[in-house]
RNA sequence: GGGGCUGUAGCUCAGUUGGUUAGAGUGCCGGUCUGUCACACCGGAGGCCGCGGGUUCGAGUCCCGUCAGCCCCGCCA
């Protein structure tokens, strides 16, 4: 996109009135300086970031525009004085420009001025653009070609010295998180973040974009909402005319979006704030942003070929790839061949079932562990016998982690078999696995709902570990057939998406024989090993829909109170529907880089769910709490 | 709610077995310097060692508690 800036522009330093000391935000279509001219149009003042105080972005400066006379605004980015001659590193948006002050071209005050500029500070210049002599180009910088001779400086406004750097220096760390977040308003000068802020903006015009162009409608939801079934705890807002009565944030637009199915709107989409109080992650904000798509007479087919379109032009906006049609795997297919509902497919490794051959042999856990229904599982690393005993403990230390009681292996070298799994091989044992001299085997004994995650584990750890090459880049992959119900834990029955997803039609019979194998039409997108998000078609018959909710605990009244609004919706015809949802601070992470969703979102919230550069939350005075009829319990804070 | 890591100058970090006056780089302040781009050089200021308590003749260092940030489990799609 930047690449469409070309040279030519405005050469029009002379008929830019200088808009001395009024406010900066006036319109710039009615500042004096540039009436009477030809208007610029929205492109061109997007290539030359044009206004009435600035003729062109520093960035945008090139050999092209040498012998111009400019006016240029900016952040002092780092300042290098020489005695006779200073040089500064301006920054704004668009770029860094190197403006130079020397007695030979700029005049006297700018060359006072120049030596007590700090760091940050706003400054106003007017001067020529030059090339730079030979020897003292910078092939490094986008304009180092050129310099801007400074004719005249002016500090439009003077900064504090930063308390956290904007520059960093090639071998300086980011400062503390706690800083950065603190100070957000320094760390949002640097490049990486506004880059990437820059990529999310892109990313989510591309969506508009493209449901638009299907004839998606984009509704606005409700903020101040019902409590909303997802599961998570709600954020609640005290009603001050109904005192005692609350609204919560929407956990997802989930029901408003079936609801406006039923409305026959046929076809929506919304980038919607959706907000969880529950405890944050790395890859979890209490408040997050999602891309919601819904349609009407949709079945599976139709939503899977819209979202990869989506993706394709996602990553192609975002510089990556989506090749569609997608891979799909069935969630069974996934947790058998991977031990996990988000597989990462940059690498082709898999879980293999090894109980035929080794539950045969002479060894407690394994035969106790098919005895007992389980299955001996395993993952068969070739070259894997070159990691260390340390390795292979930190490999087990995750499946650990991951619920296992603890992962048995076996180096195969020089024609025989060592380690605690090993030591139990019989001659033909590596054989009949297909593991050769140089190999490692990993293996798991038990049922599966144990043995699938400290597999999952394993098998990521052991990749990390033997630093396998992934045999592709970008992995994308649908995983279909989630089952409708998990196990509550207490015998109870508990919705393993949400309760509103279809179930498959060759299942609908098992509904209250065998629910927990009831397939449902519902599916996750899955890129490189991170959900991004899921849907399903949903359940449009009202009496079906009481009966999942009777399913899942629910009583009459409950279903009443709950989902009242959504059955009575249900009743007035509800077409056939279904829908996905993708996080939309996810996807940015995974295609335009970051460690943590922290550096996609411009103001995020610490691990504790606070804004440290707002100071949010806070207590509020207890008149204002005596308002909406609330009373704070002991050591429950308050005050003001 | 639980576990782990971190907290020392504005920032990034070092600080030995518990031992005299807590260091470095960078930034900041002052000075020299006309082609730098991590400018260079000279000089200077800057410390509640997160906070509270304890052990000890003596604590940045050991112990307990607490606060904050990060990572993880629980929780949450």
């Known amino acids: 996109m930047h690449d469409e800036w070309g040279p030519g522009g405005y050469r029009s330093a002379g008929a830019w009135t200088r808009p001395g000391h009024g406010p900066p935000f006036r319109a710039t279509p009615s500042t004096p300086g540039i009436r009477g001219r030809e208007t610029p149009s929205i492109m061109t003042e997007r290539r030359t970031d044009a206004t009435g105080w600035r003729s062109r972005g520093l960035g945008t400066v090139t050999i092209g525009q040498a012998g111009d006379e400019l006016r240029l605004c900016g952040w002092v980015h780092r300042r290098r004085d020489l005695g006779g001659l200073v040089f500064l590193d301006l920054r704004d948006r668009s770029g860094i420009l190197q403006a130079s002050v020397g007695p030979d071209w700029s005049g006297e005050e700018a060359v006072a001025s120049a030596g007590s500029l700090g760091a940050e500070d706003v400054v106003l210049v007017e001067g020529v653009v030059v090339p730079r002599p030979d020897d003292a180009r ?8 050129v310099e801007f001779q400074v004719r005249s400086l002016e500090r439009l406004n003077r900064a504090e010295t930063p308390v956290i750097p904007v520059y960093l220096s090639p071998e300086e760390e980011l400062p503390s998180e706690e800083l950065r977040l603190r100070h957000r308003v320094l760390d949002l000068r640097r490049v990486e973040l506004q880059s990437r802020l820059a990529s999310r903006h892109r990313m989510i015009l591309a969506m508009r974009n493209y449901f638009d162009g299907l004839g998606f409608v984009e509704v606005e939801t409700p903020i101040l909402t019902k409590p909303t079934p997802e599961g998570a705890r709600d954020f609640l807002v005290p009603s001050r005319v109904h005192p005692g009565e609350f609204f919560a944030l929407p956990q997802s637009p989930q029901i408003y979006k079936q609801i406006l199915m039923v409305a026959g709107f046929d076809r929506y989409f919304q980038i919607a704030r959706c907000f969880r109080d529950e405890d944050l992650r790395a890859d979890r904000q209490p408040e997050f942003t999602q891309i919601d798509v819904e349609a009407s007479f949709v079945e599976e087919e139709d939503i899977y070929r819209w979202m990869e379109g989506c993706m394709a032009d996602v990553a192609r906006v975002m510089g990556g790839t989506a090749e569609t049609p997608f891979p799909r795997l069935t969630h069974a297919e996934a947790m058998e061949r991977f031990g996990i509902d988000r597989p990462d497919l940059r690498f082709d490794l898999e879980v293999r079932d090894f109980t035929p051959v080794l539950g045969a042999l002479d060894s407690n856990i394994l035969q106790g562990a098919v005895e007992a229904g389980g299955r001996i599982r395993g993952i068969h690393l070739p070259g894997g016998a070159s990691l260390s005993r340390r390795q292979i403990e930190a490999i087990e230390a995750k499946a650990k982690g991951a619920g296992a009681p603890g992962l048995l292996w076996s180096k195969i070298q020089e024609g025989s078999a060592s380690g605690p799994l090993g030591r139990f091989f019989q001659e033909d044992t590596s054989a009949a696995l297909g593991a050769r001299d140089g190999d490692l085997l990993l293996v798991a004994a038990g049922p599966d709902n144990v043995t699938s995650p400290a597999l999952a584990a394993a098998r990521m750890a052991a990749i990390e570990s033997l630093e396998l090459a992934p045999v592709r880049d ?55 090993g991170t959900e991004l998000g899921s849907g399903s078609i949903r359940v449009h018959d009202a009496g079906l829909q009481r009966r999942i909710l009777g399913m899942l605990g629910l009583s009459e009244a409950e279903i009443d109170l709950k989902f009242g609004f959504l059955l009575e919706a249900l009743k007035a015809g509800a077409p056939p529907h279904g829908g996905i949802a993708l996080g939309v601070d996810r996807l940015v992470v995974r295609l335009a880089g970051g460690a943590s969703l922290r550096d996609a979102i411009a103001f995020p919230k610490t691990t504790a769910a606070r804004a440290l550069f707002e100071g949010a939350p806070s207590p509020v005075p207890p008149v204002e709490l005596a308002d909406l009829g609330i009373q704070l319990m002991k050591g429950g804070g308050g005050g003001g």
């Open 138 to 145: 910078n092939p490094d910088m986008a304009t180092g070609e």
């Open 474 to 528: 970008h992995a994308w992959l649908w995983v279909t057939e989630f089952p409708v119900f998990e196990d509550g834990g207490d015998g109870s029955l508990a919705a393993n998406h949400h309760p509103f997803v279809q179930p498959h039609p060759d299942d609908l019979h098992l509904l209250e024989s065998d629910p927990l194998s009831v397939r449902g039409q519902a599916y996750d997108l899955v890129y490189n």
